[in-house]
């Protein structure tokens, strides 16, 4: 095997960590997003006795398990996979940023005691708002996941809250470490987005049904149900969005630079969409829109963006995050596109929201919103290089010598695989051999 490739332990570090997070990341972004959706369906089936959205909740409920399942592995593996693969670089995490690394464990485990008790307890109670509220916990809980290890994302990118010299740490703030510029917006974007694909996959799945012909009112309530919440979080994501660009703007230049191609420092600044980058830094075949990048990073026209020259070139992130960046962003259109079509057949007095050409693209939006999330991720990832820690400490610098990465790669990629097929063929048989329909009518009997 060594005359196929030169073994570089920071590298395989790189793929292996990317490999564990693109995978976990959909279980993730399920875990956090779909308790949300359970409770609020609960609750309207029980405000309005309505047994169809009380059915979306147990079922949603059902399938939620399957992924937070998966979600435990995978998210075991990430903390195994931090400690084996990134030593240096928790060394410093351990002394400055382990307090939410603790608290994600404690809110994972406050959710799991829960959703345990709201599964077990369908029917249990004579008030069916008791029940409801086991659900808080569990909502909050997958909710606080997020949150505090998102934190720890932000400090990655704007480490604060101690003093670092001559490879030693002093001077430790927990609380100001987790309160790192990056977080608000950060942990904003990471539940939006959590919220907004979760409901598209939901909704995904009613279309899908009512495409194949069962065109029951469950499926219908389901789709609109799914589609009015992803379209307000869909505006949600907008707002945040141009508040991240802002804080790049301000917290990391030259992450915003290199995502932008803008290599000269300058006023009235342009933004540039698509395009090829040339050798000499010149751009072909862009779109660009004058005195955008200017607009986006403060809101004026006017105002001066920092260019990649006011930084050294190996401090520079890898030029084509600009073609990750405009990806994701094409991405987000097509979302945009299809659920404010929907809304708009929604809204209209002859609107027809059950169109096959409509249903299809709403089956294609659960895909390209998590192509999103792993887009999103990438370009988060690959803009904070070289760095590890923004500033203090380098990626190669916080890997390990290990002499056995490329095993474990191959060994953790066979293991996901195994996951995700056993995760999909289980979710199958569960709601093939519970049909919506069966269950309604044991309901009416």
Known sequence: MSLLYTYDPVIFSRL?????????????????GVP????????IGIRKKDFHYILLARRWARGYVIT?????????????QLSLLWPSFMQVAGH?????????????????????????????????????????PVVIGSGASALFITIVNAFMNYPVGFTYENGLITDVNPIHAMLSPAMPSKVAHVLDSAYLTCGLVLAAIAAFALLKGQHNTYHRKALKFTMVCSFVFMIATAIIGDLSGKYLALYQPEKLAATEWHFETSTHAPLILGGVLQ?????????????????????????????????????WAPLWVHYIFDMKMGLVAMLVLITFTFIVELARKRGNIYRRWLLALVVAAAPIAMLTIEHGWIFSEVGRQPWI?????????????????????????LLYL????????????????????????????
């Open 36 to 43: 949300l959706y359970i409770g609020l369906a609960e609750w």
């Open 389 to 413: 820690l923004r500033g203090i400490m380098k990626t190669a610098e916080g890997a390990t010598r290990s002499d056995h990465v490329d095993l474990m790669l191959v060994l953790f990629f």
């Open 68 to 80: 937070v399942a998966v979600g435990v592995v995978t998210g075991t593996a990430i903390g195994l």
């Open 16 to 32: 292996l960590t990317s490999l564990t997070l693109a995978f976990h990341i959909i279980f993730a972004t399920i875990g956090v």
């Open 279 to 315: 050798e000499d830094h010149t751009v072909k075949y862009a779109l660009e829109i004058p005195y955008g990048l200017s607009i986006l990073a403060f809101s004026n026209p006017a105002a001066e963006v920092v260019g990649l020259d006011q930084f050294p070139e190996e401090h």
């Open 96 to 136: 400055s940023i382990a307090l939410p690394l603790f608290m994600e464990t404690f809110a994972f485990f406050f959710e799991a005691i829960f959703l345990g008790i709201y599964i077990y307890t369908w029917d249990r109670f004579k008030n069916a708002k008791v029940h409801l509220l086991l659900l808080i």
């Open 418 to 445: 195994i996951l995700g097929v056993s995760a999909a063929r289980v979710l199958m048989r569960m709601f093939k051999r519970n049909k919506v329909e069966d269950e309604l009518a044991l309901y009416k009997q």
